[in-house]
């Protein structure tokens, strides 16, 4: 099923984490571990645990296809210091032999043209989703494959309460605050957040923007040569803006502070919280834990100010990559992973452990017909010219790092929404100089 995005044209830049452990897999020559004949690989990946599950899934099916391969796993937090982790054991020449990692804007900057091995000389290469493949692209050359669907910054939802109250989707802002305020008077907690995992902050402000581009179809190119800020646009201001209305209405779960995803996953599928804004990359994981989530909880897209032009928000799979200290014969084994999860093959392993994020980009990939609810509804938005657009990290190389702390901040009534977007402003600088962009 390919993905076709929205009005915001091609990608450039993106987010969440899949996994692999353990396996074994192709007659390569030797390794230092394993058996005469064998080459032994590691691979660094997420921790979460549909990553775990998706990894071993992966692992089994590669090594039926490739029996003189093993493939070994390390994990990683996500969020801020994953990305630390990342950029260290690249810049020390201590990375795994294949890495998972974000695409788009976070991609740039681990510099690829330097720590990574180019694969755009692989056969599979045409039949991945050009929207991934340029989001993976330094300078004419591309460096992963994805690893599973595409996914929506949306609003996962509690049906259940949903038709109790007898609440419609929102497709504006204004009808998704009338609707928390009927939920937060019948005793549950309207919009769930868990800021104990700062990453998941974010989605006020990165779900946003398909609602940015519909009102400014030009700020991804004028945000990359700085003629654009969050803080004095006010389509992009107000991410932030809602971040901090939600806030100050009462409108979160008590432990929104403290709280992390798996307890903010477990409220909304249990109705103990109506709302929960975030990637549509954590489903598995809830239903995982909460079987009943899997037809309970739906999805919709972060409603703006105009109900004509509501859309989702999308982000493309993770990559994984072969960084430039992998050689020989272990490169070789290296690219025949990548080719496996490049495939049909690799996208049933995926699904044989969970259900998908959303289309995914290899063609010849299908959807199976047994998704969650919240996945299916993602379709019409996809199906829609117009109704979708890719985040603006696809879009533009300039990502700051401190984003997640920032919309803690603003989420937590500690900063206000401008002085918010000023700073992450602010922060974004540092990175735009440091990719050498025009402007900055």
Not at 101 to 117: E, H, M
Request: net charge negative; glycine share 10%.
């Amino acid at each position: 099923m390919r993905f076709r995005p929205g009005t915001t044209g091609p990608a450039v830049v993106a987010v969440c984490t899949l996994a692999l452990t353990a396996c074994s897999a192709g007659s390569l020559g030797s390794s230092d571990e394993g058996g005469a004949g064998s080459v032994t690989l590691t691979y660094l990946t997420g921790n979460q645990e549909q990553d775990i599950k998706e990894a071993e899934q992966l692992s089994k099916d590669f090594t039926a296809k490739n029996p003189d391969i093993t493939v070994k796993v390390e994990s990683r937090p996500g969020g801020t210091e994953g990305d630390n982790i990342v950029k260290t054991r690249l810049s020390t020449g201590d990375m795994t032999d294949v890495f998972l990692y974000n695409t788009g804007s976070l991609f740039q900057a681990i510099a690829p043209q330097k720590n990574l091995v180019p694969i755009s000389d692989q056969p599979y290469i045409g039949d991945l989703d050009e929207n991934f493949t340029k989001t993976v692209t330094a300078g004419d050359q591309v460096y992963g494959v994805p690893s599973g669907g595409f996914m929506g910054g949306a609003v996962l939802y509690n049906i259940p309460i949903y038709s109790k109250l007898g609440l419609k989707v929102p497709r504006t802002w204004a009808e998704f605050m009338a609707n928390n305020a009927k939920i937060k008077a019948s005793g549950v907690a309207p919009v769930v957040q868990t800021y104990g995992e700062t990453w998941t902050s974010q989605l006020f402000v990165l779900g946003d923007f398909h609602n940015v581009a519909a009102a400014e179809p030009d700020f991804a190119d004028r945000y990359t040569k700085n003629q654009a800020k969050y803080a004095t646009s006010p389509a992009a201001l107000k991410g932030f803006e809602h971040t901090q209305q939600v806030h100050d209405a009462g409108y979160q779960n008590k432990d929104f502070a403290s709280a992390k995803l798996p307890d903010g996953l477990r409220q909304l599928a249990q109705g103990k919280g109506a709302h929960y804004p975030i990637l549509t990359g954590v489903v598995n994981d809830m239903i995982a834990t909460n079987p009943n989530a899997a037809k309970d909880v739906g999805l919709f897209a972060l409603p703006g100010d105009d109900a004509s032009k509501n859309g989702l928000t999308v982000w493309t799979p993770a990559g994984i990559y072969i960084p430039s200290t992998t050689t020989g014969d272990k490169l070789e084994a290296a690219k025949k992973f990548l080719a496996f999860v490049a495939s049909p093959d690799g996208c049933k392993a995926l699904a044989a452990v969970g259900s998908p994020t959303g289309p995914y980009a290899v063609n010849g990939c299908e959807l199976p017909s047994d998704v969650p609810r919240s996945i299916k509804d993602m379709q019409p938005y996809l199906d829609k010219d117009g109704g979708s657009s890719l985040a603006l990290e696809f879009l533009s190389p300039v990502k700051g790092p401190s984003l997640e702390q920032i919309t803690v901040e603003v989420g937590s009534g500690i900063r206000k929404a401008k002085d918010g977007a000023a700073r992450y402003d602010d922060d974004v600088k540092k990175q735009a100089q440091q990719l050498g962009l025009a402007g900055w």
